[in-house]
């Protein structure tokens, strides 16, 4: 499906096209605030793009987010052989994993960049990089909230990642850095934090030599003005417990955790290399829950991955009946090319058998996210509004990360502003989501 573009192709104009994860949005934000700096109009992900340079921010890390990067390439590589657009650029995940055969393969891109070195196309294009605005960003999520890169990199070894190879060695961001940002962020008007990175658990491994993601969670939650910090991409060995104290002290830490576990079974997670056993992995999920009460887990689970047993797959279905995680996000292995597993396993598992793995576990799930959400209604819960539709009002709770998690829906009784905080108390639930009606008394 060729994008429509303007008749018109406006001088001055970039748009940009992310692709992938809210750390590949950062950095396209980060891209954005550069091109203004030197002049520039800029827009993000365009219905109708019309500006003259194109830069697409693509993913790498699995099969069908490459295609899709791979297709949106394409699709603009039309649009610059029919001149529709002057400059074409391409960076991010894919091409700094694919930069010689995306080269080869299409020759329309003016140039690629990788993840990292996307700060030279500003001076390719004959403008200054602005190093005084380099943690300034132009905000693309609604304005209340935002995404708080803390780190980049990783330094684990799980089997089927390709992460690593494309990211290269975890780095963290200085805390000073990192809050001076925040309040600037403030400034703006953001109150909502979404703290992300390969993996957040490891911070300040690198940088202090000691876990101090509860430290920086601490001087965040300190700063004026920062009404919810969520947390996102822990991982579970060697979790650094002195962070759940925090989240339950915290009134601005949200009692929300997205922890990937992967899987349940020890000869999967042997296989997977995921360093911590399914025994350390029930300890730490009942250590968080004792510790922060009422906190939601977000995990992810994989499905599909080389030499997973009809055993193993039962032994994370109970697993999951048993832990009972309030969010839960499956997907099926991907063979990804320089990975361990790629290297050292076959990928045995049809794909049928994957996806009907996948469907099996997501049901599962469904059911319990419906019953965890019945036990919400009579409740008055502290929600956040993100839009306005025409027939209701769509908010989260602490326990909804955006754009991934259920939203609260609320009548139109009462009018209501865009990103402030409303009591609200739930009325019934709605597939996935709650509905509820302002509760001002
Ligand atoms: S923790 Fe594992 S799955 Fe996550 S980015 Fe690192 S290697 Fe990949």
């Known amino acids: 499906m060729l994008t429509h573009y303007s008749a018109t192709m406006r001088r001055n104009k970039v748009d940009i096209i992310t692709l992938g994860c809210s750390k590949n949005l950062v950095d396209s934000e980060l891209l954005m605030r550069q091109f203004v700096a030197n002049g520039y109009n800029v827009s993000h992900d365009p219905e109708k793009p019309e500006g003259e340079i194109v830069v697409i921010n693509t993913c790498g ?7 899709e990067s791979v297709n949106m390439i394409l699709e603009f590589a039309e649009a610059r052989k029919q001149n529709k657009i002057r400059k074409l650029f391409v960076m991010g995940c894919l091409s700094e994993r694919y930069l010689e055969e995306l080269q080869t393969e299409i020759p329309e891109v003016d140039k690629f960049y990788g993840k990292f070195n996307w700060k030279l196309l500003i001076s390719d294009l004959g403008k200054s990089y602005h190093n005084e605005l380099s943690s300034d960003r132009i905000i693309t999520t609604p304005t209340h909230y935002a995404y708080l890169k803390i780190a980049e990199g990783c330094n684990r070894t799980c ?14 961001r200085s805390i000073k850095e990192i809050c001076d940002e925040v309040k600037g962020l403030v400034n703006q008007g953001i109150k909502e934090f979404q703290l992300i990175a390969q993996d957040l658990t490891y911070y300040g491994l690198d940088l202090y030599k000691k876990y101090s993601i509860a ?11 920062v009404e919810w910090i969520r947390l996102h991409y822990a991982y579970p060995n060697h979790f650094p417990t002195d962070l759940l104290p925090v989240m339950r002290e ?30 350390t992995t029930i300890d730490l999920l009942h250590k968080i829950r004792e510790e922060v009460p009422e906190i939601h887990l977000r995990t992810t689970m994989m499905v599909g991955h080389p030499g997973e047993t009809e055993e193993d797959f039962i032994d994370l279905l109970d697993f999951v009946k048993q832990m009972r995680f309030e969010r839960l996000g499956g997907f099926v292995y991907s063979d990804e090319e320089g990975t361990y597993s790629n290297r050292n396993y ?8 994957k996806y009907k793995r996948l469907d099996e576990l997501m049901a599962v799930q469904e059911g319990i996210a419906a019953e965890i959400n019945e036990t919400k209604v009579g409740k008055t819960l502290k929600v956040i509004i993100d839009r306005e539709e025409p027939d209701f009002y769509a908010g989260r ?13 609320i009548n139109k009784e009462n009018k209501l502003n865009i990103s402030d905080f409303y009591p609200v108390t739930i009325t019934g639930t709605q597939y996935f989501d709650l509905i509820g009606k302002i509760n001002l008394t």
Do not use: W
């Open 215 to 225: 430290e920086l969670v601490r001087e965040i939650s300190d700063i004026r003005g």
């Open 250 to 279: 915290r009134v601005n830490v949200c009692k929300y955790l997205d922890i990937a576990l992967q899987h349940s079974s020890d000869h999967m997670l042997q296989m997977m290399r995921r360093n911590i056993d399914k025994a």
């Open 397 to 409: 709770t602490e326990f909804d990360s955006p754009e991934v998690d259920p939203e609260v829906l």
């Open 61 to 67: 890390f699995i099969g069908e987010a490459k295609e």
């Open 346 to 353: 076959s990928d045995d598992i049809e794909p049928e058998e």
């Open 159 to 172: 089997s089927y990642c390709s992460i690593p190879i494309i990211t290269g060695k975890y780095k963290s």
